[in-house]
């Protein structure tokens, strides 16, 4: 399958992943980060159940820390 994340073109490894699967698979932090797809926000609470498609765009947004 393959799909959009943050404008970039990727085939994944496998025809059926969850959200929760690709935050894992892309070692993406869980803390602070917020992810859409096709402009739909997905909350925590829902990324083990919301299954990926093939040619969704996904977009991770890490909040920065600092000053």
């Known amino acids: 399958m393959k799909i959009f994340i943050n404008n970039q073109h ?3 490894p496998s ?3 969850t959200v ?5 698979w892309k070692n993406i932090p869980t803390g602070g980060t917020a992810i859409t797809i ?3 926000i ?9 299954r990926l ?9 890490s909040a920065a820390f600092g000053g």
Request: proline residues 0%; glycine residues 4%; negative net charge.
């Open 10 to 12: 990727i085939e994944l």
């Open 15 to 17: 025809d059926e992943m």
């Open 20 to 24: 929760a699967e690709l935050i894992a």
């Open 38 to 40: 096709n402009d739909r």
């Open 42 to 50: 997905v909350r925590k609470s829902d990324r083990e159940s919301t």
């Open 53 to 61: 498609s093939d040619g969704d765009r996904v977009v991770v947004i």
